[in-house]
């Protein structure tokens, strides 16, 4: 799927660990303006930052099950997982999303399958990134389309990001790897 840059183990794009899913994105053939680039980077970092907080990272430590509050907290995470899905839902009613799409992305670029009208290479724009459907805003990213193949697999390369921003995106890009390859390695994994 999309790149050829993958191993059973790593997904890498342009030579760095990249993020994988399907998730909705869209290009916008405008770029933004270079007053709002300090802006967009906040806004992006904030996104980033809801969406690593909804993510699931898994126990660290398993709790004692026998700790008084073990249970109480056990509800709770139950409780918070069911409201955080019903909001999903109203955003989604309220907010319509473009359709997903398998994507690859790194703070260096981004390479997905589009549908319908395709961007040229070299256009300038923007990409954006729906990474959760509790998250209201989308992640956006400016950069330039580098190719676009007969498939619809179009490869953008991103602006230079806030170094920030950039170790975000790194540290979210790790934790996936890691816990693809945790769940490829599960002794409790079915074939």
Request: glycine residues 6%; hydrophobic residues 45%.
């Amino acid at each position: 799927m999309l790149d050829s840059h993958d191993t059973a183990d790593t997904i890498v794009l342009y030579e760095e660990l990249a993020f994988q899913d399907v998730l909705p994105v869209r290009w916008h053939s405008q770029p933004p303006q270079p007053a709002a680039a300090a802006s967009l980077a906040e806004r992006n970092l904030q996104v980033l930052q809801a969406w690593d907080a909804l993510e699931d990272h898994g126990v660290i430590d398993k709790p004692d099950e026998n700790a008084p509050l073990a249970a109480d907290i056990q509800r709770l995470d139950r409780k918070m997982t069911l409201l955080l899905g019903l909001v999903g839902q109203l955003l989604a009613l309220n907010r319509p999303r473009p359709p997903a799409a398998p994507l690859r992305f790194n703070a260096r670029g981004a390479i997905w399958r589009a549908s319908g009208t395709l961007p040229e290479t070299g256009a300038h724009g923007l990409l954006e990134i729906h990474l959760h459907e509790c998250v209201a805003q989308p992640l956006r990213l400016p950069g330039e389309v580098r190719a676009v193949s007969p498939a619809g697999e179009v490869k953008v390369r991103f602006e230079p990001l806030d170094d920030a921003l950039a170790a975000v995106i790194a540290k979210i890009a790790f934790r996936r790897h890691r816990r693809q390859i945790a769940g490829r390695h599960s002794p409790n994994r079915k074939s």
